[in-house]
C-alpha cells in the first residue's frame, strides 16, 4: 500500500489523470458560498485537456443542484457534467412505478425532495400500506436527531419494507454547522434489521452513471480506470466509494472535518478511523 502523500496543489499531480470525478460539498463550496481555489483548479484542469464530472450525495436531480451554483458563485467553467446521488435514485424509483410509497423528508428547502419523483408513478401512503419506504432526509434537519425516528421506522422494518436511501452522507456541513441526512436515518433502519438500497456514494450505481456521462464526452470512448481521480472530504463515502472503484482518491479538509494545525497527523488518524487509505491529501483544493 502506498503511503498517503500531501501535494501542495492539483498541479503537481494533475498530468497522472484524464478525468476528475469531484464532490461538491465540502469541497467546491459550503452551502453558503463558493471555494474560489478549488473551482479554480477544477477550471485549470479542464483548461489543460482533463474532463471533471462532479458526483454529489445530494438527493436531488443535477438540475437542481446546479441551480445553486450561479447564486454561490461556482463557475460553468469548473465541470462538463454532474450526476447526484438524486439522479441515480430516480433510476431505482423508477422499478417501483406503480407501487406504494411511504416518504420521509421535508417536501422543501434545499433538499426539494419533489424533484426525486416528479413525472414518476408512484402512490404515497403511510407505513401500513407501503411496498417501499423512501428516505429523503429528516423532516427537520436542524431541530431532530435521527434517533428521534428510531421508533417511527420500526414499522417499516416489521413490515420487511426495503427503505430507498437518496443521500447516503450521515452528514454534510452548511456554512459552519454540520445537518443530520439520509444516510443517518438509514443507519437506524439498518440497526433494527431493515434492508436500505443506497444509490450515491460509496455504492457502485453513480459511479457508472459519471463513468456514462464522462464516455459522452469523449464520442463513447471508455475512461481509462488508471487515470480518474476522485476528491472529496469524506472518507466514508468520497475516499470508500473511490477505493471500491479502484480509482485515486484526494482527500480535502474543507468539509465535515474541521482540521487544526497538524492537518497531515489528522488525515492520518481520520483515514485510520474509517479503515480507508487515500492516495493524496490536501487541506484544501487548490491549483
Same mark, same amino acid.
Given at each position: 500500500?502506498?503511503?498517503?502523500?500531501?501535494?501542495?496543489? %492539483? $498541479? &503537481?499531480?494533475?498530468?497522472?489523470?484524464?478525468t476528475?470525478?469531484?464532490?461538491?460539498?465540502?469541497?467546491?463550496?459550503?452551502?453558503?458560498?463558493?471555494?474560489?481555489?478549488?473551482?479554480?483548479?477544477?477550471?485549470?484542469?479542464?483548461?489543460d485537456?482533463?474532463?471533471?464530472?462532479l458526483?454529489?450525495? *445530494?438527493p436531488v436531480p443535477?438540475?437542481?443542484?446546479?441551480?445553486?451554483?450561479?447564486?454561490?458563485?461556482?463557475? /460553468?467553467?469548473?465541470?462538463?457534467?454532474?450526476? !447526484?446521488?438524486?439522479?441515480?435514485t430516480?433510476? &431505482?424509483?423508477?422499478?417501483?412505478?406503480?407501487?406504494? +410509497?411511504?416518504?420521509?423528508? *421535508?417536501?422543501? =428547502?434545499?433538499?426539494?425532495?419533489?424533484?426525486?419523483? &416528479?413525472?414518476?408513478?408512484?402512490?404515497?401512503?403511510?407505513?401500513?400500506? *407501503?411496498?417501499?419506504? %423512501?428516505?429523503?432526509?429528516?423532516?427537520?434537519?436542524?431541530?431532530?436527531?435521527p434517533e428521534?425516528?428510531r421508533?417511527?421506522?420500526k414499522?417499516?422494518?416489521t413490515?420487511?419494507?426495503?427503505?430507498?436511501?437518496?443521500?447516503?452522507?450521515?452528514?454534510?456541513?452548511? =456554512?459552519?454547522? %454540520?445537518?443530520?441526512?439520509? =444516510?443517518?436515518? #438509514?443507519?437506524?433502519?439498518?440497526?433494527?434489521?431493515?434492508?436500505?438500497?443506497?444509490?450515491?456514494?460509496?455504492?457502485?450505481?453513480?459511479y457508472q %452513471?459519471?463513468?456514462?456521462?464522462?464516455?459522452?464526452?469523449?464520442?463513447?470512448?471508455?475512461?481509462?480506470? $488508471?487515470?480518474?481521480?476522485?476528491?472529496?472530504? !469524506?472518507?466514508?463515502?468520497?475516499?470508500?466509494?473511490? !477505493?471500491?472503484?479502484?480509482?485515486?482518491?484526494?482527500?480535502?479538509?474543507?468539509?465535515?472535518?474541521?482540521?487544526?494545525e497538524?492537518?497531515? /497527523?489528522? +488525515?492520518? /488518524?481520520?483515514? *485510520?478511523?474509517?479503515? &480507508?487509505?487515500?492516495?493524496? #491529501?490536501?487541506?484544501?483544493?487548490?491549483?
Amino acid at each position: 500500500m502506498t503511503a498517503l502523500q500531501f501535494p501542495q496543489g %492539483l $498541479s &503537481e499531480i494533475a498530468s497522472r489523470y484524464d478525468t476528475i470525478l469531484c464532490d461538491v460539498w465540502g469541497v467546491i463550496h459550503n452551502g453558503r458560498s463558493a471555494f474560489k481555489d478549488a473551482c479554480d483548479a477544477l477550471v485549470r484542469f479542464r483548461e489543460d485537456g482533463g474532463h471533471v464530472c462532479l458526483i454529489t450525495n *445530494a438527493p436531488v436531480p443535477k438540475a437542481q443542484v446546479i441551480r445553486l451554483f450561479a447564486p454561490l458563485g461556482v463557475p /460553468e467553467a469548473a465541470f462538463d457534467d454532474c450526476v !447526484s446521488s438524486g439522479d441515480a435514485t430516480r433510476a &431505482e424509483l423508477a422499478r417501483f412505478q406503480g407501487k406504494a +410509497v411511504w416518504r420521509l423528508g *421535508a417536501d422543501g =428547502g434545499w433538499e426539494h425532495d419533489r424533484h426525486l419523483y &416528479e413525472g414518476l408513478d408512484l402512490n404515497f401512503t403511510d407505513a401500513d400500506d *407501503a411496498d417501499m419506504l %423512501l428516505c429523503i432526509g429528516l423532516r427537520d434537519h436542524v431541530g431532530e436527531h435521527p434517533e428521534d425516528y428510531r421508533e417511527e421506522l420500526k414499522a417499516g422494518v416489521t413490515r420487511s419494507i426495503p427503505m430507498i436511501c437518496a443521500n447516503p452522507d450521515k452528514q454534510v456541513r452548511v =456554512g459552519g454547522q %454540520l445537518y443530520w441526512c439520509a =444516510g443517518a436515518l #438509514a443507519d437506524v433502519y439498518e440497526d433494527l434489521g431493515g434492508k436500505v438500497i443506497y444509490s450515491g456514494k460509496p455504492y457502485p450505481p453513480i459511479y457508472q %452513471l459519471a463513468l456514462e456521462r464522462i464516455e459522452a464526452l469523449t464520442d463513447g470512448k471508455p475512461a481509462d480506470r $488508471s487515470r480518474i481521480l476522485c476528491i472529496g472530504d !469524506s472518507p466514508g463515502t468520497d475516499v470508500r466509494g473511490a !477505493s471500491v472503484q479502484g480509482f485515486d482518491s484526494l482527500y480535502v479538509g474543507t468539509g465535515i472535518k474541521e482540521h487544526g494545525e497538524q492537518f497531515e /497527523e489528522e +488525515v492520518i /488518524e481520520l483515514l *485510520a478511523a474509517y479503515g &480507508e487509505q487515500a492516495t493524496w #491529501a490536501m487541506s484544501g483544493l487548490r491549483w
